[in-house]
């Protein structure tokens, strides 16, 4: 008993520096942009009950969920590649995925800018290949701020998934494979398994991220892009309605807490 | 507020240049250390335009009446913030604005009269106060940019946007960007609308947004331009005069409709000793020399109608007889409403 009370008082000292840190400066701001939220005439009604702000909501989600894709699909295999590489340059590999965080987002969203105008290489790709109109540009789509965050977004996957995978056992795969198990069957039922606390972890990284993002989508996107950030910024500073940008900075944090508390639990269960 | 864009723009190579021969432009006699011992607190709006403020107006008078100039840098709405939090005690003799706060400033007894000086009887009524309490010193003139190697007849309307050749090549600012909201009340005053009637300028917009690149950032104009795609977009003059500095084709037209601008004034603070060091420092601003500096440098337009501009340079603003008065009142109590209406129908 008195053990257990001991290693009680230990973990309670070893949380409280970053608890009380975490209180200070996230949750009695919080609480206090919530209190804010409610001043005035009613902000939460005014949006929830509202098809357009509904459809902004709808935009950060599905952004969120577009760009964790893409870079889970092409940062699975980099950061599986990189994880197994039996050379001494891996390390310099690693690094050289992380060049996108370097440089700043304004920077890189005007580079990306250059590329999708009309006559810009990635707009004059995709309209040789047909498939869009003749005229047609990357800048001001959902697609254009889609692939522009999964640029940046993409080390970070690269990053998470690398060090989990790092952490696998190969004896495991081999096990398997002794057991009859093809490479690829080893692959499924071991190594992704056994990585899904690192697909967990980067997909909520990156879908935080991504539905909060401002720089990129309000540059990519211009004024067609209705993301959830670009509306609280246009509340707050442009048009000085705080009451109602704090109202959207709540819902935006409840709504995207939930999907990812549901995101992993479902991960969470799958694992077990 | 997204206009503070323009008042922080890299000056050009010929900053140093003008800036070492001005001061040698008539001292005057009269005025001969007079202030000897005083100071002068102005506010400022940082960047370039600071600095060559400092060179061709406050070191040359420090040298000629001994009242030393010290300029602080402050946006417009927390200048006016100060102005009324000081009261009683100004810290600041001098405030400009570029936000329209001197109306409201003399409205809240903030202000007090300017001494008169020569320059101010060639400043047009409509840009200072009738009572004497502000004067505007500098303007920024809007209006139609575009590239003249891709439009052989320079447009002369807001109607020439409306042009079929045009379509899938024009840019216009977002309604939070200051000249996007100018852009809205001008194609609503074309189109027989007003202020007060908004409803035109929202269905001329319609009209070409729906192929029109809209954008928010003041640093995308350049950008746009040299895409090559974007040959026509309502922006200021300066901004044309700047692309064109950096080897972007860009020309600037009046429309005929008049053009919408940005006025850059001063006022003293209600309690303030240095009105007469003020005034002074006001008529420098005004001198023709001053004016065609500050117009070429950093491209604000000259207010005293006795400045002859250059070939160079006067393409790119607008003469004071061609600008449209626009209602600052209404617009600014109609903001939230049209940037509502403006997401929904236009930006889409």
């Known amino acids: ?272 | 507020m997204s206009r503070d864009g323009f008042l922080s723009r890299p000056l050009t190579r010929r900053t140093a240049l003008t800036a070492a021969t001005l001061p040698l432009l008539a001292p005057s006699a009269r005025a001969q250390q007079r202030f000897t011992g005083r100071e002068i607190v102005a506010t400022a709006f940082g960047g370039p335009s600071q600095d060559l403020i400092q060179r061709l107006v406050y070191d040359p008078i420090a040298r000629e009446t001994g009242a030393r100039g010290t300029q602080t840098p402050l946006l417009s709405a927390n200048a006016f913030a100060r102005m009324r939090a000081e009261t009683q005690a100004p810290q600041i003799d001098l405030f400009m604005y570029s936000g329209g706060q001197q109306v409201a400033a003399k409205a809240g007894d903030l202000t007090q009269k300017l001494p008169d000086a020569p320059n101010f009887a060639n400043v047009p009524a409509n840009l200072k106060d009738a009572d004497g309490q502000w004067i505007a010193w500098g303007l920024v003139t809007e209006g139609i940019l575009y590239r003249p190697d891709k439009i052989a007849t320079p447009p002369r309307s807001y109607r020439d946007f409306f042009k079929p050749e045009f379509e899938g090549h024009i840019a216009f600012p977002h309604i939070t960007n200051g000249y996007g909201t100018d852009f809205l009340v001008m194609l609503a005053k074309t189109f027989g609308g007003s202020e007060q009637n908004i409803g035109p300028g929202f269905e001329a917009l319609k009209r070409i947004s729906g192929r029109a690149n809209i954008f928010r950032s003041a640093a995308e104009v350049q950008t746009l331009f040299a895409s090559g795609d974007i040959w026509i977009m309502p922006y200021d003059g300066a901004s044309a005069m700047r692309s064109k500095a950096m080897g972007i084709p860009v020309s600037y037209a009046v429309p005929e409709e008049g053009a919408p601008y940005v006025l850059l004034t001063g006022a003293v603070a209600k309690r303030s000793r240095n009105a007469d060091i003020a005034s002074f420092v006001l008529n420098r601003h005004l001198d023709p020399e001053v004016q065609t500096a500050i117009a070429r440098e950093i491209g604000w337009a000259p207010v005293n109608t006795a400045t002859q501009l250059p070939p160079d340079v006067a393409p790119f603003m607008a003469p004071t007889d061609k600008l449209a008065n626009l209602d600052r009142d209404a617009i600014n109590a109609n903001r939230p409403a049209w940037t509502d209406r403006f997401n929904r129908e236009i930006a889409r």
């Open chain 1, 1 to 272: 008993m008195i053990e257990g009370a001991r290693r009680g008082l230990i973990a309670a000292g070893l949380l409280a520096p970053a608890a009380l840190v975490f209180a200070i400066l996230f949750v009695w701001p919080q609480l206090g942009l919530f209190l804010q939220s409610l001043g005035g005439p009613p902000t939460f009604s005014r949006f929830l009950g509202d098809s357009y702000y509904l459809g902004v909501l709808g935009n950060s989600l599905l952004l969120g969920v577009c760009v964790t894709l893409v870079t889970l699909v092409l940062g699975f295999p980099l950061a599986f590649l990189l994880a197994r590489a039996e050379t001494r340059w891996a390390g310099l590999l690693l690094l050289l995925t992380t060049f996108p965080l370097w440089v700043s987002a304004v920077v890189r969203s005007f580079a990306w800018m250059v590329l999708f105008f009309r006559s810009g290489v990635a707009s004059r790709f995709l309209q040789g290949t047909g498939l869009v109109a003749p005229d047609f540009q990357l800048i001001g789509t959902f697609a254009g701020v889609v692939i522009a965050l999964a640029q940046v977004l993409l080390p970070i996957m690269i990053v998470t998934l690398y060090a989990v995978i790092r952490g696998v056992d190969r004896d495991l795969e081999h096990a398997a494979m002794n057991l009859g198990a093809s490479p690829a069957v080893a692959l499924w039922l071991v190594t992704l398994r056994l990585a899904r606390g690192g697909v967990l972890a980067g997909s909520l990284l990156v879908f935080s991220l991504s539905v909060s993002a401002f720089a990129t989508p309000s540059l990519i996107g211009g004024a067609r892009a209705h993301f959830m950030a670009v509306t609280i910024y246009e509340q707050t500073l442009e048009l000085l309605d705080w009451p109602f940008a704090a109202a959207i900075a709540a819902i935006l944090l409840v709504i995207s807490l939930s999907v990812a508390l549901t995101y992993g639990k479902l991960l969470g269960e799958k694992t077990r």
